[in-house]
């Protein structure tokens, strides 16, 4: 597509819920990260993927979160058992990878836990 | 690690004036990339401008323009001619150079233009 796609746009979940978060990146883009927003702070990385490998989990705050990207293309987000912290901007970005430094950022997710 | 730091949590500009929004870094790397992006409440994270470190020049991208300090770790954008539409929040970011690397944000600022 011609940009980043991110769904639900907006989800309110109860305390305790699952919630699944997606991202259709640009097609062709090898590189795809996934980043966390909390309200009035900048985005903190959460995860990275090159084509359907997660290179880097370091920012996933806890064991909660998982995240895949099975056929190198879209990726989820995957939030077990929702708490009030998790309430957040979620933003899905892509690159075309191998060193390319501009990113394409989607819409994100805004996730209210009540 | 390298840390972003926006001290100034908000600016307000007078339409067709200029403003200028501060960003310092920390970082023990000599190659590394620096962005501003603007974050409008469509939420969508827009690249404004980029500067490469090892270039000198400072980069300029139309009405926007940075103020690069490579031994000062500060990187500073200029909006000229500011326009209604440039009210936003504004985003520094840091990025080693490398496939995998992540960008490091500041906590931003909180941009209003004044008709």
């Known amino acids: 597509g011609a940009g980043v796609s991110q769904s639900p746009r907006y989800k309110v979940a109860k305390r305790g819920q699952d919630v699944a978060l997606r991202c259709d990146p640009i097609?062709?883009?090898?590189?795809l990260f996934w980043y966390q927003q909390a309200l009035g702070q900048g985005p903190e990385f959460l995860t990275y993927?090159?084509?359907?490998?997660?290179?880097?989990k370091s920012g996933l705050p806890s064991d909660r979160f998982f995240a895949e990207r099975p056929e190198g293309s879209v990726s989820t987000l995957k939030i077990q058992r929702t708490q009030q912290e998790d309430s957040a901007v979620y933003l899905c970005?892509?690159?075309?990878?191998?060193?390319?430094?501009?990113?394409?950022f989607g819409s994100g997710t805004r996730l209210t836990v009540v | 690690a390298q840390t972003v730091t926006q001290s100034q949590p908000e600016m307000s500009v007078q339409e067709a004036e200029t403003v200028t929004l501060s960003c310092t870094y920390d970082?023990?790397?000599?190659?590394?990339?620096l962005f501003w992006y603007k974050q409008p409440p469509s939420r969508q994270m827009i690249l404004v401008i980029r500067?490469?470190?090892?270039?000198?020049q400072n980069a300029t991208e139309n009405r926007f323009s940075v103020n690069f300090q490579k031994a000062a770790k500060s990187f500073s954008l200029k909006i000229s001619d500011s326009q209604l539409g440039d009210a936003a929040m504004y985003f520094c970011?840091?990025?080693?150079?490398?496939?995998?690397?992540?960008?490091?944000f500041g906590k931003g600022i909180t941009l209003s233009v004044r008709p």
């Open positions: 993927f090159q084509n359907e490998a997660q290179l880097d």
């Open positions: 970082t023990s790397e000599s190659d590394y990339y």
């Open positions: 097609s062709g883009h090898v590189s």
């Open positions: 500067q490469e470190a090892y270039k000198q």
């Open positions: 970011a840091y990025r080693s150079p490398g496939a995998n690397s992540k960008l490091t």
């Open positions: 970005a892509s690159s075309l990878g191998q060193g390319w430094p501009g990113y394409t």
